[in-house]
């Protein structure tokens, strides 16, 4: 091998050419606004979603010629657009409201530098190029008050978060205030455990934060019940407390970027309950502001409908008939109004349009009360997708047989839920791209959970390509380190938008695992144990069923009914061999056994290969389980992924999906 150019000379080049894409990015910035006035002139709708197919579709490709990945060129370019809509947004709402072009924003926001409030006021004053003047406030009535006496422009008040849910107290505030909303804004919540440099997770023993973080971190603050606990009125105080404690046994709860402004260190990363954890803002002013009919507009509104049965569904009603979208729907008590609800409703529709005017007019006569809180540009930009075939990374399944679901005549007995003879539609089961139960059949791939993160990387990478979309991973009990290297493979296979489902060999594993995977797979050893089955069944993710190689079908299902009765509905019913008289050989996949659970049970049908078929015959038994009526498969890619591109994960598995999904 040539020695490689000395390592300087190389950063040196790689400096210059990140220089020279920052400019590109800047001048593409600059023509995106070009764009944005002749829209104007024009009167044309900013987003042009064919357009943007179009142009990702020719990035892809040419990436692909210069060896990058699809999946990388895309989300890129996801990202370039997201700035260059959300900027041509910009640019419009400022020229349709002159008076909201100003130098400086004083903006009130909830806690002190650092919470995520000021974060989310910065990136809104950031994307408009005005100086943000900040006032950092104790409560939320604090920043409606500073706004409402003119002493701030403009109020930030966090309306919505992805894991915890909505936030009340802002509605309750909303109820009250001459205030109206004038815009949104989401962002990224990445909460870590910040502490003082140097520290350890072992070395703390107190957490500081708000009660929104702590709700939104609870399954990684049950994994330590030695923290205590104490609650802020803000991220930004979580942060000070910690800075003065000035000692490594405390920790705060907050962003990377807020900790930085108090010297703090992440010293643990993601610990959000959902993988994408937002919180989106609403921005309250004294006047309400117009927005152009080319910009993606939203209307919330407040009502109160009085007690009259069938009220609110007549209001609703109004809005299907004006073809209006309600994209959030919340209640509210009203004080001193004892069991009346306020309603809140977002639309996704300009005020000023005919549909949402005549609407309007109608709700009016039917409810009690209704006030327009505001209309604002919608901020939320949908990212344009491409299709598989035009990733080119899969089979197109557009052409996937669609298996109907079994039928049968039975109606659903009263209360008890049940796994047999229950009701007739299949039971689905969506996430990523696995859609189990809606008529297509699904490829899980089976891998072990091993100690290199960088192999880990590679194989979600070449399972993606070979058309799976899912992954069970194995032997978590046997790997050192196993909560850590389970995350690490799980954020390699998201990022390759696979589903991660860890097998459950041993019940005390479940806290640490549950929390990181998207699904959970019972093994067939665990099938018959009670206790496991009713903890599965208290959670909020699909659970795999495993058939035990003794079961009977009868015993499948009543493993299956203790999940259902706890609450949890998404199970799926797995077959993977029963044990024959010959006692040497493989267990054997019981096909009539999947023709009857099909014909009894609206619980989806996966069956593994993995133990009972050799690798000769994976083609032909999977046709005939998809013939069957199997709703996915699971293989087997342990040993089979190769650092060449010509691997059997890419090479047999690939072709044998390929042609799976085209028949
Ligand atoms: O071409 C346009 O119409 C643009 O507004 C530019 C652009 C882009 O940044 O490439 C942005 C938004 C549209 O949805 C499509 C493309």
Redesign the pocket.
């Known amino acids: 091998m040539n020695k490689p150019q000395a390592l300087n000379q190389t950063r040196q080049e790689i400096t210059s050419l990140d220089n020279d894409l920052l400019e590109l990015l800047a001048k593409r910035r600059s023509l995106?606004l070009e764009?944005a006035k002749s829209k104007e002139v024009d009167v044309r709708p900013?987003?042009?979603?064919q357009?943007?197919k179009e142009?990702l579709e020719r990035l892809v490709k040419q990436g692909r010629e210069k060896g990058l990945d699809a999946h990388y060129v895309l989300s890129l370019y996801q990202g370039i657009?997201e700035d260059?809509?959300l900027n041509?947004q910009a640019y419009l709402h400022g020229r349709a409201n002159p008076e909201t072009q100003k130098q400086q924003y004083c903006i009130a926001y909830l806690g002190a530098r650092g919470s995520y409030s000021y974060l989310a006021a910065n990136r809104y004053c950031q994307r408009r190029q005005v100086e943000m003047l900040d006032l950092g406030c104790q409560s939320f009535d604090e920043i409606v008050h500073s706004v409402e006496s003119g002493h701030a422009d403009y109020g930030f008040l966090p309306i919505e978060n992805t894991s915890s849910g909505s936030i009340n107290e802002v509605y309750d505030v909303l109820q009250h205030t001459s205030l109206s909303i004038v815009g949104e804004t989401t962002i990224e919540v990445g909460h870590c455990l910040l502490a003082k440099q140097g520290s350890r997770s072992n070395d703390i023993k107190t957490v500081y934060a708000h009660p929104q973080p702590i709700s939104q971190c609870s399954r990684f603050l049950g994994l330590h019940p030695e923290f205590k606990l104490e609650y802020c009125s803000s991220s930004a105080e979580a942060m000070e407390k910690v800075l003065q404690a000035d000692c490594h046994s405390v920790a705060a709860i907050g962003s990377a970027e807020g900790g930085a402004l108090y010297q703090l260190e992440a010293i643990e990363k993601g610990l959000a309950n959902q993988n994408i954890n937002q919180s989106r803002f609403i921005v309250v002013a004294r006047k309400s502001v117009a927005v152009p009919s080319q910009l993606p507009a939203k209307c919330t509104l407040i009502m109160a409908t009085g007690q009259k049965p069938g009220a609110l569904v007549e209001a609703l009603l109004v809005l299907k008939a004006h073809d209006l979208n309600m994209s959030k729907l919340e209640s509210r008590p009203i004080p001193g109004t004892p069991w009346e609800e306020m309603f809140y409703l977002d639309i996704d529709a300009n005020l000023a349009s005919d549909n949402m005017q005549a609407a309007l007019v109608e709700i009016e006569r039917i409810t009690r009360f209704i006030k327009v809180l505001g209309c604002y540009p919608c901020e939320t930009v949908k990212p344009t997708q491409l299709s598989n075939s035009q990733l080119m990374i899969e089979p197109d399944t557009s052409k996937a047989d669609v298996t109907e679901p079994l039928q049968n005549d039975l109606e659903a007995p009263a209360q008890r839920r049940s796994a047999k003879e229950y009701k007739q539609q299949a039971t689905e089961i969506v996430d990523r791209q696995l859609s189990i139960g809606s008529g297509n059949f699904n490829a899980l791939a089976q891998l072990t959970l091993g100690n290199d993160v960088e192999v880990m990387g590679q194989q979600a990478k070449l399972i993606k390509e070979a058309g799976y979309q899912a992954v069970i991973i194995q032997g978590l009990n046997q790997v050192a380190e196993m909560p850590q290297k389970l995350r690490a493979l799980c954020h390699a296979l998201h990022q390759f938008d696979l589903v991660a489902i860890a097998k459950i060999e041993q019940q005390p594993d479940i806290g640490k695992i549950a929390p990181v995977v998207d699904m959970l797979q019972v093994c067939g050893k665990q099938m018959f144990n009670q206790d496991l089955l009713s903890l599965v069944g208290s959670l909020h993710i699909p659970v795999i069923l495993e058939r035990n190689t003794m079961a009977s079908i009868d015993e499948l299902l009543k493993s299956a009914d203790i999940v259902l009765e706890q609450g949890n509905q998404q199970v799926l019913l797995c077959e993977s061999g029963i044990r024959t008289f010959d006692q040497s050989a493989k267990p054997a996949l019981d096909l009539a056994g999947i023709i009857e659970l099909k014909r009894i049970s609206h619980l989806p049908v996966v069956a593994n290969l993995s133990y009972a078929v050799e690798l000769v015959s994976f083609e032909c038994q999977t046709q005939a389980l998809k013939s069957l009526g199997a709703d996915a498969i699971v293989l087997p890619v342990d040993g089979t992924a190769t650092h060449n591109e010509s691997g059997l994960i890419q090479g047999q598995h690939g072709k044998l999906l390929r042609q799976l999904h085209q028949n």
């Open positions: 995106s764009v900013i987003r042009d979603t357009r943007e142009l657009i260059s809509v041509q």
